[in-house]
């Protein structure tokens, strides 16, 4: 499943844009569309018998995962333990009872011990085997206990010999997780899908409003019904940790389910898939005719320029994986989750333009906004552009000369979280296309970027391009190229904005969360001000030194002219 279409060009005259590629962004309703275009059955039709037996118990397991986080009753577990009883039977019961203690064959050796030794060994297995597929290799577990992930990842990838993954539909799983849910980025780099490929093919992602998919995950990976939504929300925070401190992406570190959405579709706050478009409106695509009845509702819509590959996909798509929940999504909020979550992904409510209130609860607020790295990624998006700032050394000598306290204070800005976020320093440059001067008071209010700059689309019809069309398709071919070419490890879109904003100059604003950094900067920048202060001092008193010997300089020559004449 990321591939839903494949080889259609053999059928359409070589035309690949018929292919269509689904970057599965997980609990966003891609099973479905799995489903319905038959991937499991594609998947193994041209394979040997072994690969078929693994990719075939890869989507058994994954249908059973899509209805119980733990499936205990299941004709696997069935198997497991009917084995278990009737080896213990036959290694405590039976075998005692028809076996001497004496040995019969001239070598000193029991058939009966051969046989207490395997029916031994078969409860071990059976019973590791029941426990391992019912507790153990299940999404709560692999998903949040890292030890027992990266067991699984080593199991399918060696232990299995790859029996488990289709590369020609990009589906099962292997050593860099489920290959349904690879990202954009992920499948240029490792190979799956080349550059040209993704370029010309038809591909669609899905994503979702966070709340919700938060919720959608929450029943996924919880570790039963007793686990509230609160305390799984702290687990999952803290699961996060790898992605938060170092924008790590691998599996290794980083379960699929974790990673938000933006970072399947998008490379360096561009966007890598040729059409996003929002679950909450599928549903003006159940039906062909909806298109029609639905016209004037479908304005400014995800789905409203959508290539007909990607529409004739969508159109009529099943919702077949749904959890079956208590309450709406909406009521499993309080205040604390929903500031936490928004923490969580909140490049994703920016980026794919969803509000960061719940409608259906006035009785929250909506989440402070604190100056974050979510908001450095969305002034970085709006100047397209994540360029470095100027070492601090590379300008001293053009700045004029400013007292300690002004020089520290443009330099760099220390504040605390809970500066609110529409506030930012005169001098930061990222900003500047969108704030507003008050005068008098050494600030600017931001102003968010336009919403059509976050989420760029290349779902348009190419038939009549024009310059500027033409020039952003060049553009994205040449970032598929660099996608490819770029490790997949970390995530390109944070390590940039994190590159630009802690190599900070005079003009760059940056943020640092604990007291001891910050002390530690504003002592740094004490010295590098004492510094100026001594350089300035210096270059004064070399010119006052010049002016005196151009001074003497010019009396002597006065005065031996004097004597010549």
Known sequence: MPWLEKDQHENNNGDISKNLLFIHVPRCGGTSLMKSHNVPYKATQHSSYCHKLGMQI?????KLLESANFPLWTWGNAVCVLMVATNTYARFVYLPKHTTDTPTNTDNTDPAVLLKAVTSFAIVFFLSLFLGLTYVFVAPTIGRI???????????????????????????????GYLPHLTAHKMLHYGYVAPQEMEHVASLAIVRNPYSRMVSIYMYNRFGAKETFKSFLYSWYKNMHYYRESGEMEEWYTPCHVI?????????????VQSIVKQEELKYLKHRQDLDVHANEIEDTTVQHLPQTVKDALLGMPHANKRNTSKPWYDYYDQDTLNLTYEMYQIDFEIFEYPKSIKERPDLSPPLVSESLAQSVSRSMANGTYTPPPKITSSRKQEPKQSKEKCRRESIELFDLSTPANTISTAAPVAAATTNTKEGGGGALLSPPPPAILFESFSRDTSNEDVSTKQQ???RSSLLLKSANVSARHSSMLMSVRNSTTRTSGSTRSIFNDSFTRSLLATELTKLVDDDDEDNTVTDHDDVNDDDDDHTTENHNRNTNKKMD
């Open 473 to 475: 398709r060049r553009r």
């Open 58 to 62: 890869f989507f058994h397991r994954y």
């Open 260 to 272: 938000p959405q933006f970072e399947y579709t998008h490379f360096e706050g561009s966007q890598l």
């Open 146 to 176: 890292l030890y027992v992930r990266r067991l699984f990842l080593l199991l399918v990838e060696y232990g299995l010999m790859g029996a488990m993954e289709s590369l020609d539909y990009l589906t099962g799983t292997n050593i860099h």
